[in-house]
């Protein structure tokens, strides 16, 4: 069945870039779409989205320097020491945790690799490609840290507007029954390697200002539906499809467009 529906797509989706599956999948795979967009295109409104703020707060980056002993340079045992310091802040209650190297270190990665891109780095004679995206995301130790940023994100996007993203909650998997919202945040969506409910895909994409297709192939029926900022309109600027318990880069052969019904049209 998995396979017929995949062939049926072949036409209006030809390329698909296969994503490490690791639990964080979605993140690694929206990541990488809206990225690959900036670099193929520079759009400076989703590129200045990682060092912004979702709903105008604070910015979502800690402000540890990298050479504190909260920073990169504090050696293995510190910044173990401090991820659990993280994660205990989480438990208690401050979401996201006001001292986080780990997504402190990916908010910096990201905000390098669009500088780049842009030659606006000092020490970048030439613009990132796909290959450097690649590294990063799917082969790069560094990608936990900027999954860990991309985690930290949602969290802030989804404890700023608790009112909104609760109703979401039934609709999630058994493992949310009977949590509260930051109870889910501490235990599903700060950590990493665990999978993404339709939740965390709409805080994410809210927080990232930029709307995202999911095209379902892992349901009954394949149809596709868009996440992003409320009243953002236009055609989506990346598009990941959703495998049973995963997700991949998909690339569309032509501009498509989501319709209401969650059918494909052209643009």
Request: include cysteine; glycine fraction near 10%; charged fraction near 15%.
């Amino acid at each position: 069945m998995l396979c017929a529906k995949l062939v049926s797509l072949e036409d209006d989706f030809p390329s698909t870039r296969r994503v490490a599956g690791d639990g964080n999948c979605f993140y690694r795979a929206a990541l990488f779409a809206l990225l690959e967009h900036v670099l193929a295109a520079p759009d400076p409104p989703l590129g200045e989205s990682p060092g912004a703020s979702p709903r105008g707060g604070p910015a979502a980056t800690t402000t540890t320097p990298v050479g504190s002993p909260r920073g990169a340079g504090a050696g293995v045992l510190t910044a173990a020491a401090a991820t659990a310091a993280a994660q205990a802040q989480a438990e208690a209650g401050l979401l996201p945790p006001a001292h986080d190297p780990s997504a402190y270190r990916g908010g910096q990665l990201l905000l390098r690799l669009l500088r780049s891109a842009w030659f606006k780095a000092p020490d970048a004679d030439a613009p990132c490609d796909v290959s450097t995206l690649e590294r990063l995301l799917n082969h790069s130790a560094d990608s936990g840290d900027v999954i860990r940023f991309a985690r930290s994100l949602t969290v802030r996007e989804l404890v700023s507007a608790e009112s909104f993203y609760e109703p979401f909650i039934p609709g999630c998997g058994r493992d949310y029954t009977g949590l509260s919202l930051r109870q889910i945040c501490v235990r599903h969506v700060l950590p990493l390697g665990f999978e993404v409910e339709q939740l965390q895909i709409i805080a994410l994409c809210t927080a990232l200002g930029a709307t995202v297709a999911v095209l379902d192939v892992a349901g009954s029926q394949v149809g596709a539906i868009k996440h992003g900022p409320e009243g953002q309109r236009g055609p989506p600027v990346a598009w990941v499809a959703h495998l049973p318990g995963h997700y991949d880069v998909i690339y569309p052969a032509r501009p498509l467009d989501v319709a209401p019904g969650g059918g494909l049209v052209d643009v």
